[in-house]
């Protein structure tokens, strides 16, 4: 028997990464993931080799029920090697691989909030040809079709997620026409990473079948309107139990250069976004504080109140890579929880 591995990767285009699939019919039953081949591509194509020398390796990482073409076909994320089988450059899941191992005891579990918005050719969906719909406010978790634009997608997308089996736990309508948002989480680092990518992936290939386009760009359409982000909340098993835990993260997050260090990783175009305005921080300052969508980090009502919980970095562009900013934040808070012995 045959079936069809749709093998995706993130490819070298800068400043904003593109994700690439290509088919592999595989002879043979189904197996795991440790019984996928390597494979390899085009290097020169995908801005991550040049011509005289573009072969790169493709290997496995993630497998998946492939929920579009059903059957025993599967969806595969593969990092990106060279031919010596060293990390490529492009490939930023490695060095989430070797911090999230450091780690690993304080027991670190992310929750990735992925807004994004449709376009209908160069319009927003939803957007009148030459001219703009009424301001932002009704459409956020609205209903009805004269505030909600492209619900058949988000569905069909939602519905692949679950059929693959990707941790999604929601979704609901943003602040402006046709902005969506689906989370994926809480997993540990390498698990939301891989499987936002997949869901990203998924986003792409399901608008396709309706002949609409979803973008990640973080400032989709310029003046009085929200931008899209992907604020991501997280914790260690120290700040599960304790408030102490969830300020040493929170000052960690603002000390020295590490606020810079970290907006300069959260994506592309994020000065557009992060002005101060539309639930925004300024991009160049840091603040958090308790139940402020304005602060660069949220502490919710609720963890307040219990004690305990998580913390959410509102700052990340929804064109983040996931493996930057989970990288970035396990390592920063984690280092601080150790040295205040808090783990």
């Given at each position: 028997m045959?079936?069809?591995?749709?093998?995706i990767?993130i490819?070298?285009?800068?400043?904003?990464?593109k994700?690439?699939?290509?088919?592999?019919?595989i002879?043979g039953?189904?197996?795991?993931?440790?019984?996928?081949?390597?494979?390899?591509?085009?290097?020169?194509?995908?801005?991550?080799?040049e011509?005289?020398?573009s072969d790169?390796?493709?290997k496995?990482?993630?497998?998946?029920?492939?929920?579009?073409?059903?059957?025993?076909?599967?969806?595969?994320l593969?990092?990106?090697?060279n031919?010596?089988m060293?990390p490529h450059?492009?490939?930023?899941r490695a060095?989430?691989a070797?911090?999230?191992?450091r780690?690993?005891?304080?027991?670190?579990?992310?929750?990735?909030?992925?807004?994004?918005?449709?376009?209908d050719?160069?319009?927003p969906?939803?957007?009148?040809?030459?001219?703009y719909?009424?301001?932002?406010?009704g459409?956020?978790?609205?209903v009805?079709a004269?505030e909600i634009?492209?619900?058949?997608?988000?569905?069909a997308?939602?519905?692949?997620?679950l059929?693959?089996?990707?941790?999604?736990?929601?979704i609901?309508a943003?602040?402006?026409?046709?902005?969506?948002?689906?989370?994926v989480g809480p997993?540990?680092?390498?698990?939301v990473?891989?499987?936002?990518?997949?869901?990203r992936?998924?986003?792409?290939r399901?608008?396709?079948d309706?002949k609409?386009s979803?973008?990640l760009?973080?400032?989709p359409?310029k003046g009085?309107?929200?931008?899209?982000?992907?604020?991501?909340?997280?914790?260690?098993?120290a700040?599960?139990?304790?408030?102490?835990?969830?300020?040493?993260?929170?000052?960690?997050?603002?000390?020295g250069?590490?606020?810079?260090?970290?907006?300069?990783?959260?994506?592309?175009?994020?000065?557009?976004?992060?002005?101060?305005?539309?639930?925004?921080?300024?991009w160049?300052?840091f603040?958090?504080?308790?139940?402020?969508?304005?602060?660069?980090?949220r502490?919710?009502w609720?963890?307040e109140?219990?004690g305990k919980?998580?913390?959410e970095?509102?700052?990340?562009?929804?064109n983040?890579?996931?493996y930057?900013v989970?990288?970035?934040?396990?390592?920063?808070?984690?280092?601080?929880?150790?040295?205040?012995?808090?783990?």
């Amino acid at each position: 028997m045959t079936f069809k591995a749709e093998y995706i990767w993130i490819d070298g285009t800068a400043p904003t990464a593109k994700l690439r699939s290509k088919t592999k019919i595989i002879t043979g039953a189904p197996a795991g993931l440790d019984a996928l081949p390597l494979w390899g591509f085009d290097g020169s194509s995908t801005n991550q080799a040049e011509g005289h020398a573009s072969d790169r390796v493709l290997k496995p990482v993630f497998s998946c029920p492939d929920p579009i073409r059903g059957g025993d076909d599967v969806l595969v994320l593969c990092e990106v090697l060279n031919t010596d089988m060293t990390p490529h450059a492009s490939n930023t899941r490695a060095e989430l691989a070797e911090v999230s191992a450091r780690f690993a005891a304080q027991e670190p579990i992310f929750g990735i909030e992925q807004e994004y918005t449709f376009f209908d050719g160069t319009r927003p969906l939803g957007f009148p040809e030459g001219g703009y719909p009424a301001p932002q406010g009704g459409y956020y978790c609205g209903v009805g079709a004269d505030e909600i634009f492209g619900r058949e997608v988000v569905e069909a997308h939602l519905d692949h997620c679950l059929k693959a089996g990707l941790g999604i736990s929601g979704i609901n309508a943003e602040v402006m026409p046709g902005q969506w948002e689906f989370q994926v989480g809480p997993l540990a680092p390498l698990e939301v990473s891989d499987q936002l990518w997949v869901a990203r992936w998924l986003l792409y290939r399901t608008a396709e079948d309706f002949k609409i386009s979803a973008t990640l760009d973080p400032k989709p359409v310029k003046g009085d309107w929200n931008g899209a982000g992907a604020h991501t909340n997280f914790s260690t098993k120290a700040m599960r139990e304790g408030y102490d835990a969830i300020i040493t993260a929170c000052e960690s997050l603002g000390e020295g250069s590490k606020p810079l260090d970290h907006v300069k990783n959260y994506g592309a175009g994020i000065d557009e976004r992060l002005t101060g305005l539309h639930e925004t921080a300024p991009w160049d300052e840091f603040t958090y504080g308790v139940s402020d969508r304005g602060a660069s980090v949220r502490i919710p009502w609720q963890v307040e109140v219990d004690g305990k919980g998580y913390i959410e970095d509102r700052r990340p562009n929804a064109n983040v890579d996931p493996y930057l900013v989970t990288r970035l934040m396990v390592d920063t808070c984690c280092t601080a929880l150790e040295k205040a012995g808090q783990v």
